[in-house]
C-alpha cells in the first residue's frame, strides 16, 4: 500500500552514505505526496520540499508567512510515502536561535533526512529576488549551533544556507559558509551563485558537501549534470521545476476546456485513470480490504 517501508533513521543513513561517494545526486522537489512518490518511481534516490512550493500551494509569496508546524506537518504527508530520504527548506529556523532549535525536533519527529537553514534576516525572501537582507555572520553561526545542539539524530543532516552572494559578494559568501561549518553544518547551500567560476570557487574553498540550485528563471545559468558533477557537487537541487510544470500544465487546460467547451484534446496528455490507481496501488488496499476477517 501507498506508504513507506522505511525508517527516519535508514532514510537518513541512506542520505549520509549516498553524499558521502562523491557522485552527484540529483534532488527534484517534490509538489504533494504523490508527486513525491512519482520520483521515488522514477528512479530519484532523494526528493526535496521547497519552501517557495509549500508557501505557493497555499497560495503565499516565499516572504516567511509559512509556519515551523505547518512545514513540519505537509513534510510529514510526504515522508509517509516514499521510501526516499527527504530534504526540507527550513527558511531561516522561523524565528530566533531558540526557534530554529524547535525546528530541528519538528522536522525529526516528521520523519526527514534533514533541512537546511538560510542567512536571510526573518521573514526572509525568495532566494533569487532582488532586495534580500543577511543577518551578522555571528547570528548566523547561533542558529546553526542550536539546531547542531537540538539535534537527536546524528545521521540528520543540517545544511547552512548562505545567500549572502547576492549582498555583500562572493568572497564574503564563502567566509560565512566556512564560519558555518565551524559551528557544526554539516553540508552548504550557496545560493544564487551566478556561473561556472562561482561554483568553482565554493568547491575549491569548502571541504563538506555543496548543493547547487538549479531553479529556473534565477540569478544563474541552468548547469547540467555533467557540469555539475566535474565541478565536484553533491546534490543538484530543481526545488520548483514539477510545480511550475504542473501549473503551466493546469493554465493551459483551463485556456483549452474555455475555448473548446470540452477536455477532449487533452486526454493524450492526462494521466490515465489506470496509472493513477497503479500509483495510489487501489488494487494492494482492495486487497488488504478483503482479507480482513468479518466484522474486523
Do not use: W
Not at 90 to 100: H, I, K, L, V
Amino acid at each position: 500500500m501507498l506508504h513507506t517501508r522505511t525508517t527516519p533513521a535508514e532514510r537518513r543513513r541512506a542520505l549520509h552514505e549516498r553524499l558521502a561517494t562523491g557522485r552527484l545526486l540529483p534532488m527534484p522537489g517534490a509538489v504533494n505526496p504523490l508527486s513525491a512518490r512519482l520520483i521515488q518511481d522514477a528512479g530519484f534516490e532523494a526528493a526535496y520540499l521547497s519552501g517557495a512550493v509549500l508557501a505557493a500551494d497555499l497560495g503565499l509569496p516565499d516572504i516567511g508567512l509559512t509556519t515551523s508546524t505547518e512545514i513540519a506537518a505537509r513534510a510529514q504527508h510526504t515522508t509517509r510515502v516514499t521510501d526516499l530520504p527527504v530534504l526540507v527548506d527550513a527558511d531561516t529556523g522561523f524565528g530566533e536561535p531558540m526557534n530554529a532549535a524547535r525546528t530541528v525536533q519538528l522536522m525529526e519527529d516528521a520523519g526527514l533526512a534533514g533541512l537546511h537553514l538560510e542567512d536571510q534576516v526573518n521573514p526572509k525572501r525568495c532566494g533569487h529576488l532582488d532586495g534580500k537582507t543577511v543577518v551578522s555572520r555571528e547570528e548566523m553561526t547561533r542558529r546553526v549551533r542550536a539546531a547542531v545542539e537540538a539535534r537527536r539524530d546524528p545521521d540528520f543532516l543540517l545544511m547552512a544556507r548562505t545567500d549572502a552572494r547576492a549582498v555583500e559578494g562572493l568572497g564574503a559568501a564563502i567566509d560565512r559558509a566556512r564560519a558555518y561549518v565551524d559551528a557544526g553544518a554539516d553540508a552548504i547551500f550557496p545560493e544564487a551563485l551566478t556561473d561556472e567560476a562561482e561554483f568553482e570557487a565554493f568547491r575549491k574553498a569548502i571541504d563538506v558537501p555543496l548543493l547547487a540550485n538549479m531553479t529556473e528563471f534565477g540569478k544563474g545559468r541552468l548547469l547540467n549534470t555533467r557540469t555539475l558533477d566535474s565541478l565536484g557537487y553533491n546534490i543538484a537541487l530543481y526545488p520548483v521545476t514539477l510545480l511550475r510544470l504542473a501549473m503551466g500544465a493546469v493554465e493551459d487546460g483551463l485556456r483549452t476546456i474555455a475555448a473548446e467547451g470540452t477536455q477532449e484534446s487533452l486526454l493524450p496528455r492526462m494521466q490515465t485513470r489506470s496509472r493513477l490507481y497503479e500509483l495510489l496501488g487501489y488494487a494492494d488496499y482492495t486487497a488488504f480490504d478483503f482479507t480482513l476477517p468479518p466484522g474486523t
